[in-house]
């Protein structure tokens, strides 16, 4: 798809990061992290410690370039896991409306996404708070847009799980794109944005390369893990490759390295690539081969990408209330409030105890960063 902004002239292509899992045929052994069935919302949330019976109160907006969804399978899915089905409300930015059912069938069918979004923010909103979570899609071709009119009508949390590599979107595109998202945080909605499903190229012609929206500094990116029972490790379903199935990550080519990323390991020495902002921040699980069970065009599915990590914790910091602006900066304050991802690798680059371009942080501790806001 391409996309071009309506207040520059720069051409972008945005993509949905939401992958299906894959069946291995029968007979063949996937040679990948120990095996683990499909996580239901409610048990990851109990997984990653998540609090319980929060005020709430954040509007979450969500931002979709394509697709749609229905009531039906809204109310089928939370029915399924035991939880009132959000207020929903669609707003057209642009005259892009909900339209799903478009693309039935198509391996990238953006319906996917859209319930994706929809279904695991409203559920990871519950579990925190024991409430209904209040949700508006924004409909555009542009997603500069989307989280502008998102943040002028008020909403506290922002989730974006489309985007592409930096060299497509270009400074210009990109700039403007941290701009809208400054202003954002500054009227006190928080913006996460996946950081990519291709490994370390994210789809780019070369081995490394990062996402805008999230390499840019007031969006928190959310890169992926693969997370069983009783261990996490960076998703990565295609080792040795840098364009396969995996969480993005590396260091900005646009951005410059940010102060706040206390500990943030330097770009390699020598590298060709980025040595700017390292991303993600964050992570959690993502690998489909230990995803997300939603409900898409009538069917219970199993779906990841680090299209389920951004709208996961937005689930959780609309559980904290309102308003709460530029968190990452704390976020990185207290490291402890994170699992650390260890081990693993993206393609170009590894896990490593501490900060990485692969995990960030880590994943959450649920109760650690309620206790924060």
């Not at 070369?206 to 990116?221: K, L």
């Amino acid at each position: 798809m391409s996309h071009s902004p309506s207040s520059y002239s720069t051409t972008y292509k945005s993509t949905p990061y939401f992958k299906v899992r894959k069946e291995i045929p029968r007979g063949v052994q996937a040679a990948a992290a120990p095996t683990a069935g499909p996580w239901s919302l409610p048990n990851l949330c109990t997984a990653y410690n998540w609090p319980a019976n929060l005020a709430g109160g954040g509007v979450i907006a969500i931002v979709e370039l394509g697709g749609g969804w229905v009531q039906s399978d809204m109310d089928a899915f939370f029915q399924s896991i035991g939880q009132p089905t959000p207020q929903i409300t669609d707003v057209s930015v642009d005259g892009t409306q909900n339209d799903p059912n478009q693309s039935t069938g198509s391996a990238d069918d953006p319906d996917y996404e859209v319930a994706l979004d929809i279904e695991v923010s409203g559920a990871s909103y519950y579990a925190a708070t024991g409430k209904a979570a209040a949700i508006r899609v924004y409909w555009s071709q542009d997603i500069a847009s989307a989280v502008e009119k998102a943040a002028q009508d008020g909403c506290d949390v922002c989730t974006i799980s489309w985007g592409s590599d930096e060299a497509n979107w270009g400074n210009t595109a990109a700039e403007q794109m941290e701009s809208t998202a400054s202003t954002a945080t500054a009227a006190g909605m928080i913006v996460f944005a996946a950081s990519g499903d291709n490994d370390s190229s994210d789809g780019g012609q070369t081995p490394a390369n990062v996402d805008v929206p999230s390499s840019c500094p007031h969006v928190v990116g959310c890169g992926g893990t693969n997370k069983t029972a009783t261990t996490e490790t960076v998703w990565n379903d295609n080792p040795g490759q840098t364009d396969g199935e995996g969480t993005g990550g590396g260091y900005s080519t646009i951005f410059p390295v940010q102060a706040f990323q206390i500990g943030a390991p330097p770009a390699p020495a020598g590298t060709t690539a980025g040595t700017g902002r390292m991303v993600p921040d964050v992570a959690a699980d993502a690998d489909p081969n230990t995803g997300y069970e939603i409900v898409v065009h009538g069917t219970q599915s199993v779906v990841g990408g680090t299209s389920a990590v951004a709208p996961l914790y937005a689930g959780l910091f609309a559980a904290f209330g309102t308003k709460r602006g530029f968190v990452t900066p704390k976020l990185w304050e207290n490291q402890a409030a994170f699992n650390d991802i260890t081990v693993g690798g993206n393609g170009f680059y590894n896990a490593a105890p501490g900060p990485d371009p692969c995990s960030g942080i880590g994943s959450p501790i649920g109760t650690k960063i309620a206790a924060l806001f």
